[in-house]
């Protein structure tokens, strides 16, 4: 078991899901996965906490609606898919969370509306409504009018900035993977998972290069740089596979699973 959560109170919670973790980017939905994951919202909800959802996914639904199995490389085409498939990612959760009497908000962002302290109070503001109206906020990056998290970060600095924003107590970043390897798992399949990080060392650093993924962009190093701006103001991380059965659960309990980066403060 991890101490620190027995020390430690974790009443607000991000959790982000990546789109490795959602789809197959051909035209398969793991809708498997969603209500593993809804499932585990309900119960953080009902037990009074507060949950926000950062979710991946778009552009992989809108290849479901278009049947286009490779991930274009074109901006455009790209921004063009997140716009077919967002609502329908939306429909997809609705209709899931509808069966546990959740209602969901979708909000639509760019990393711009963090910088504006006008912008910066009006995005605090409307969260901070969502969760007082027992509404489970959904953000995703708004791919029509930026694309930093498509070309770069797969919703990691998105998510590292709502963190910011809303002094949440921790953020679960949730995808395919065990957590961070000794070395790159797909050189050396004798890899083995770093339960808890200190502090990011260059060695950590280093550890996380990314590797190859066809459907989405984010991947080890852009969720260490992520992390890196949430422990540093004081907010624990932890990366973990979302497709173990009540991963989110788990890890709040203190099993450990996934790796744990304790906060500097
Ligand atoms: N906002 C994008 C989406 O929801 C980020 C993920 C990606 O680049 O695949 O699809």
Redesign the pocket.
Known sequence: MRSFFLNHKMESIIIKV??NLLTDGKDIIYYDIIEKIVKQIAELKNAGKKVILV????????MKIQKIKE?PSKLEQ?QA??AI??PH?MSIYEKIFNKYNIKIGQILMTKEDTKDSIRRTHLRNTISELIELDILPII??N?TVAVE???F???DTLTALVGLLMFVDIVIFLSTIDGLCDCNPQKNPKFSIIHEVQKITHEIEKLSQDFESN????GMKSKINATKKLINVGIPVVIANGTQDNVIIDILKGKIIGTLFLPEK
């Open positions: 990546g789109t979710s991946s996914g778009a552009i992989g639904c809108g991930r790209l898919l997140a498939g967002q990612l995703n990056e791919d998290e498509i070309t970060g797969d919703n459907l989405s962009i984010g």
